[in-house]
């Protein structure tokens, strides 16, 4: 098998017509990582070659696609994503603050995470291996937005890697595209699956907003413009509103999420605020209680 890509001296991806003849190339090999010299000569079909002489490395197809896709988003820090589900926003380009790779978002590793509006959005590129049901799971405690781009058509196409064609798949195509959370509404079954992935997911919400005590929260109800309000106030400080729908009430807790760190829950239709900002709030609601004395913390 001759090998025609390697990576050059910043660790991108070079195919051989690219890349300098001989060792000036400053080029590694994908596989092993030992040099490589780029051969280039007038008879032989142009390739690559471990300067230590020893045998071409067999070249996974595979991870080649996938590191160039993450190369790719790193360096143009946007995708463009389809409408998310259960908004009425339509496909744009996102245009990243910032691109982090092999980032853990606890027991879960995405390939890529891109910060949107100081959110967190999990990217998986997916070239043979796609979110299982174990991932998804561990997703939705999380509540984080995750796109699942699958590049397998990409793998199986003629379209060579790197090259134009191959970065707009990966950065335009919104046909290799989906949202895997949120969820969209028609997606989910029924009623009763709804429910029990729910109760699920607030155990484990629980469990991982109280991973250094015994899980505990506090339920707190205000009466505010009339309107009932409870607040669920977890161990780490982070409390969760929730509110019959009112259109002011509402239109309060939007600003304070853009105010300070604030994160709406569609699926649950809840406001969540994070320390230090939550203490705010929960001064705020206090303030505005229109119930008769109760038990403050
Ligand atoms: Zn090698």
Redesign the pocket.
Known sequence: MTMCIALDENKKLVNIEHAERGLACQCT?F??G?AVIARKGEIKEHHFA?ASNKAS?TINPESVLHKYAKEVILESRGLMLPTLPNSDNEAAWWTFEKVLPEFSLGLIRPDLVGYFDEEPILIEIAVTHFIDAEKLKRIEVFKSKCIEIDLSSLLKSDISIPSIEAKKQILENLENRKWIYPVPLLEHIEEKQTTISKEVTETAQTNVENLQSTPKWQDYKFKIKGMHINVRKFASGMISVNSIYNPEIIEMLRTWKHEGRGKYIKDYKSWNYWLPFSEIVFQRLNSMNELPSQEMP
Do not use: K, R
């Open positions: 090999c596989e092993c030992e471990h490395c």
